[in-house]
């Protein structure tokens, strides 16, 4: 059966620091991988996207970016944390189906991110 | 332009009395049509899902959701609330016109009364 990884669960940074959450995928091949991020009290947005390795597309302008080094891993990063940054981080993945159309979406358990 | 729209930030009901949360889409084709729940600071988890099979789709939980075309609409019903149901539901559409990749609508709060 298929399984998503996601860590750290909580996370506590300065301002300023860098930033690495992983994302990994077992039991799947060529997953199309997600980085959502939910504000509180609002909906998700999503951050990056990705068909397969080294391909990434960014969805909104921000201070953070995304890395597919293999098959199964994405990466969130950013080199210097900023206060706005602060959320619930969540990495999905799906897979394409026979008409071409992505199925649904399996969910990590979130990491909750603050930067102080 | 918005692709799904949840009419409704916040539900509360009694529990064992019925729950209604109402999902508007803007697509010319049929989409895929599915509805997550999350419970706080967890993950999401799929409750039911329609591609294009019978428009009255069951899922977990006892809920149930049904397609309307005429309507572009996929409400999200369960007869009888428990008190676990409290959560946040999220319609998610998939359309051809956004590459394919899953819009989410804005979320509702469900609150279950005792």
């Known amino acids: 059966s298929q399984t998503i990884h996601q860590w750290p669960a909580t996370l506590v940074q300065p301002v300023g620091s860098p930033l690495s959450l992983e994302c990994t995928v077992e039991g799947t091949s060529n997953p199309n991988l997600y980085w959502y991020r939910q504000a509180a009290g609002r909906g998700l947005q999503l951050l990056f996207y990705?068909?397969?390795?080294?391909?990434i597309s960014s969805e909104v302008p921000q201070n953070l970016s995304a890395s597919r080094p293999q098959d199964r891993q994405f990466i969130l990063s950013s080199k210097k944390l900023l206060l706005s940054d602060s959320g619930f981080y969540l990495c999905?993945?799906?897979?394409?189906?026979?008409?071409?159309?992505?199925?649904?979406?399996?969910f990590g358990q979130g990491t909750r991110l603050t930067v102080v | 332009a918005q692709s799904v729209t949840q009419l409704d930030s916040h539900v509360s009901v009694s529990e064992g009395t019925p729950v209604l949360l109402r999902c508007n889409y803007s697509s010319s084709y049929s989409p895929s049509l599915f509805w997550y729940v999350q419970h706080p600071n967890k993950g999401l988890q799929l409750l039911l899902k329609y591609t294009s099979a019978a428009t009255l789709v069951k899922g977990i939980n006892g809920f149930e959701a049904e397609f309307k075309k005429s309507e572009t609409s996929f409400h999200l019903t369960k007869p009888s609330a428990h008190m676990s149901d409290a959560a946040e539901y999220f319609c998610v559409v998939i359309l051809r016109s956004n590459d394919y990749k899953l819009s989410f609508g804005a979320g509702t709060t469900v609150t279950v009364r005792a």
């Open positions: 990705s068909v397969g390795i080294g391909q």
């Open positions: 999905a993945w799906s897979l394409m189906g026979a008409t071409n159309v992505n199925t649904e979406a399996f």
